[in-house]
């Protein structure tokens, strides 16, 4: 009798498209796209969609609330080509005209748990004032003809972009068999206390550097006392 093993790994993310800043702006939806590696496959959920129309709140904040719902599964045999979340957002001009007012693009978080998210946003911008006028008038401003090219590098360095607001996400993230096939996360807590052990032990050291070269502790008090060095 022979055990089976698997070749493969799941990962799977449920969050929510929380909201946008977008101050300048009103009246915002989001097309989103999860793009991923050769290597990688979807097994459930849906790997593009739209959101509703969102309004921006009348308090201090003036974000646009969406609480979009995301939930997609992948299986892989290697890390590379980890998915990413692209994102487009449109609004109308004066015209009536469907525009960008921010692209934006993330990886999935890595390690298990919940984390929040908060993705700068940018719009192409034109090579010419002429241009941007035109553009303006004819109502098509710059854009991509696919918004997937962001999840990767080639040719991004001569686009000229400005930046444009933040978008937040939250996504819980499952992932199973990984330490299976050799890989091990940690999840953002078990990040945060390794950082915070590394941080004590340096403290402690140059401490202790601080003591033998001074020739005293310097958290010590020392009141009405002169130190000898």
């Given at each position: 009798m022979?055990?089976?093993?698997?070749?493969?790994?799941?990962?799977?993310?449920?969050?929510?498209?929380?909201?946008?800043?977008?101050p300048e702006y009103n009246e915002i939806f989001i097309k989103y796209f999860f793009v991923h590696g050769q290597d990688w496959d979807k097994i459930a959920g849906l790997e593009e969609g739209s959101t509703q129309i969102g309004h921006k709140s009348i308090d201090q904040r003036q974000t646009i609330a969406f609480n979009f719902p995301l939930d997609i599964t992948f299986k892989s045999t290697c890390p590379f080509?980890?998915?990413?979340?692209?994102?487009?957002?449109y609004?109308?001009?004066v015209f009536g005209n469907d525009v960008i007012r921010g692209y934006g693009v993330t990886h999935l978080?890595?390690?298990?748990?919940?984390?929040?998210?908060r993705i700068p946003l940018f719009v192409p911008e034109s090579t010419s004032k002429m241009q941007k006028f035109f553009a303006w008038i004819q109502g098509r401003r710059p854009?991509?003809?696919?918004?997937?090219?962001?999840?990767?590098?080639?040719?991004?360095?001569?686009t000229r972009v400005r930046s444009q607001g933040f978008l937040n996400l939250n996504f819980n993230i499952v992932t199973k068999d990984m330490r299976k096939l050799g890989y091990v996360t940690t999840t953002?807590?078990?990040?945060?206390?390794?950082?915070?052990?590394?941080?004590?032990?340096?403290n402690n050291t140059t401490l202790a550097n601080l003591t033998q070269t001074l020739g005293f502790n310097p958290e010590q008090s020392y009141v009405g006392q002169t130190p000898r060095f």
């Open positions: 022979t055990s089976s093993t698997n070749t493969f790994f799941l990962l799977m993310a449920n969050g929510s498209i929380e909201s946008a800043e977008l080509g980890w998915p990413q979340l692209v994102v487009s957002c609004g109308q001009d978080p890595m390690s298990p748990g919940r984390h929040k998210l854009e991509y003809i696919d918004p997937r090219v962001l999840a990767h590098g080639e040719g991004r360095e001569v953002g807590e078990s990040s945060s206390a390794n950082i915070s052990n590394q941080m004590t032990e340096i």
